[in-house]
């Protein structure tokens, strides 16, 4: 893990107040059936995700779902989640994260964008990303996997306008270009990328 951009570090208070939102409302077309549903490492996988940014101290931790909504409510049962609900199940991923960021409370600094299929983000990177975004006066933390930009991203809360504004698949991508000069990158190891869309991927595990 490297830590690299053009901002500085500062005192700010450990303390501050970071959301999460997990985008977990895909129809997963690819697989066939709900791949968040599918049991890995004895849990499933949208349950996995969530216990992992829970555990690293996102408060509160949104989730965003729309397909098959209740089969995740079940799965998520006994933790500590918001639930934001996406209506147009069939739209972009950028109606998710507007459902997410509504949610947000008004005292948090701002949130750490997530996908529940990112198998191998860890705890670890999300307390990492965390700390880098208390820390530093840093518009945005984004992940980075060798030359590709990637979540986990946290957008301070001042970005949320430009947010709510995006469209398509990008997941913000399209804020964090804009704001290049005011970004703080954490570099992970390209493994740490992979996600799961299809059966074989699955089996790859």
């Given at each position: 893990?490297i830590?690299?951009g ?53 408060d ?15 799965a998520l ?13 069939g ?14 409370p ?11 299929d ?15 975004a ?6 945005l ?5 060798a ?8 957008f301070?809360r ?12 990008d997941c ?6 804009r ?9 992970w190891?390209?493994?740490a ?6 059966p ?6």
């Amino acid at each position: 893990m490297i830590l690299s951009g053009g901002s500085e570090m500062t005192g700010q208070s450990a303390a501050a107040r970071i959301a999460g939102i997990m985008l977990a409302a895909g129809a997963s077309r690819r697989m066939g059936c709900n791949k968040l549903l599918l049991q890995h490492a004895g849990e499933p996988l949208v349950r996995r995700a969530c216990r992992r940014a829970l555990a690293a101290g996102l408060d509160p931790l949104i989730v965003v779902l729309g397909h098959e909504s209740e089969r995740a409510q079940e799965a998520l049962a006994g933790l500590a989640c918001r639930f934001a609900f996406n209506p147009d199940l069939g739209g972009p991923m950028s109606g998710s994260l507007r459902c997410g960021l509504e949610a947000v409370p008004a005292d948090a600094q701002g949130a750490i964008v997530m996908l529940a299929d990112m198998v191998h983000v860890s705890e670890q990177m999300l307390r990492t990303i965390m700390t880098a975004a208390q820390t530093s006066e840093a518009l945005l933390v984004s992940s980075r996997y060798a030359q590709t930009l990637a979540p986990p991203v946290y957008f301070r809360r001042a970005l949320f306008g430009e947010l709510m504004a995006s469209t398509g698949e990008d997941c913000g991508k399209a804020v964090v270009d804009r704001h290049r000069e005011h970004v703080l990158y954490i570099d992970w190891p390209s493994a740490a990328l992979k996600d799961v869309d299809t059966p074989e991927e699955f089996a790859a595990l």
